[in-house]
């Protein structure tokens, strides 16, 4: 039960990302935290942060993990296939009707709204992540409980350094990953 | 080159790329037009353009519909499914290795730390991402508004997800259809003045 629950739940995820990759992330959280309460908020931030250090689509990934996670390798199976289906099957009648699709104007519209959607969600995934480390608490409970909320220097600072290393110097993804975990480590022994 | 030879390329160039291509999508991109347009002159430069073009515009994981787009246009539905499976299978195998000696994450502080740190790095990933596409994305004010909007749902809210995505599919279509509702409307009975 729980594999067919897993096929069905990665495969309705696919069908909604738009964008790939870190628009999938506040997906895979509303689904397996928020509603399904398969993980925690910390286990999800790891693996996704875990996704992001391995090479490979960092969407396969996760669901890969999440998927082992709950259910052994027939887990990871079924949560990648979910994943890979719609993608599948709708790319291939895309590629069938090319051209028809290209120059659709219902699709153009559509999307006119859905990119737009993608760039808040996006932008959500940054609070996500900065809420179990930039930030003492997560942003929302500024609302409720204003007092509790601050930030935490380390997570600032290595938050900044990315920020400069990857957009100035053009450091490239596994050295940034490298240096943050070494900068975690190193910073809390301070 | 005969077809089964062409699959196994496609397969055997999908699953290196997969392998090496850290963040996945449009980072294979370079990649596949040196192999397939420069190397090999199975696509052209408008192929390469196309492929993005639909691409983008599809669900899913980025890498698959590359891959599916690309395999069948060089060796129609078998080469998208080995293309398809080149894809997936190096994250897949490197995954569950990984899982295997990996149950707990955060075991104990050191690694909670080292976490932490990657977090905070990937925020920072991710909000670079985000203002690229805010760039390209946002080209008008209800373009803008929708972004806002979601965040704000998202963060202090905790809208669903596909809920913000099927809003954002609605408000494009009415902005893109109601106008020429009311202008047929007007022809019909012209406003007082």
């Given at each position: 039960m729980k594999i067919l629950l897993l096929y069905s739940l990665f495969a309705k995820i696919s069908l909604f990302t738009f964008g790939g990759g870190y628009a999938m992330i506040p997906l895979f959280q509303d689904e397996l935290v928020t509603k399904g309460q398969f993980l925690n908020e910390a286990e999800f931030a790891n693996m996704v942060a875990l996704a992001q250090v391995t090479p490979g689509p960092i969407g396969l990934n996760a669901a890969t993990f999440i998927g082992y996670?709950?259910?052994?390798?027939?887990?990871?199976?079924?949560?990648?296939?979910?994943?890979?289906?719609?993608?599948?099957?709708?790319?291939?009648?895309?590629?069938?009707?090319?051209?028809?699709?290209?120059?659709?104007?219902?699709m153009k519209n559509l999307l006119s709204g859905i990119r737009p959607a993608?760039?808040?969600?996006?932008?959500?995934?940054?609070?996500?992540?900065?809420?179990?480390s930039v930030f003492s608490a997560p942003l929302n409970s500024l609302w409720t409980q204003g007092r509790q909320f601050g930030l935490c220097w380390q997570g600032v600072l290595i938050f900044v350094l990315t920020l400069f290393l990857q957009k100035k110097l053009k450091v490239n993804m596994f050295g940034i990953l490298f240096l943050s975990a070494l900068l975690g480590w190193l910073l809390f022994l301070v | 080159m005969n077809s089964l030879s062409k699959n196994l390329t496609l397969f055997r160039v999908f699953f290196s790329i997969s392998a090496v291509a850290l963040g996945g999508g449009l980072t294979m991109l370079p990649i596949m037009s040196k192999e397939f347009v420069e190397k090999r002159g199975w696509l052209s430069d408008n192929d390469m353009l196309d492929t993005v073009a639909v691409m983008q515009s599809l669900p899913g994981i980025i890498s698959i519909n590359m891959?599916?787009?690309?395999?069948?246009?060089?060796?129609g539905i078998t080469g998208a499914?080995?293309?398809?499976?080149?894809?997936?299978?190096?994250?897949?195998?490197?995954?569950?290795?990984?899982?295997?000696?990996?149950?707990?994450?955060d075991d104990n502080e050191?690694?909670?730390?080292?976490?932490?740190?990657?977090?905070?790095?990937?925020?920072?990933?991710?909000?670079?991402?985000?203002?690229?596409l805010a760039k390209q994305a946002l080209k008008n004010r209800l373009a803008e508004a929708i972004a806002i909007f979601g965040f704000i749902a998202m963060v202090f809210f905790e809208m669903n997800a596909i809920l913000l995505v099927v809003i954002g599919a609605l408000v494009g279509l009415s902005a893109a259809y109601l106008p020429l509702l009311f202008k047929s409307s007007e022809t019909e009975e012209p406003p007082a003045k």
């Open positions: 996670s709950q259910a052994g390798f027939l887990g990871s199976l079924a949560a990648t296939l979910g994943l890979a289906t719609p993608s599948f099957l709708l790319t291939m009648l895309a590629a069938i009707f090319l051209h028809k699709f290209k120059e659709s104007a219902l993608v760039v808040g969600l996006i932008a959500a995934a940054v609070v996500f992540f900065a809420n179990t | 891959a599916v787009l690309i395999g069948y246009r060089v060796a499914l080995f293309s398809a499976l080149g894809v997936i299978l190096p994250p897949f195998v490197a995954i569950i290795l990984l899982a295997m000696f990996l149950t707990k994450l050191t690694i909670s730390h080292i976490f932490l740190g990657v977090r905070a790095a990937v925020a920072a990933m991710i909000l670079l991402s985000a203002i690229k």
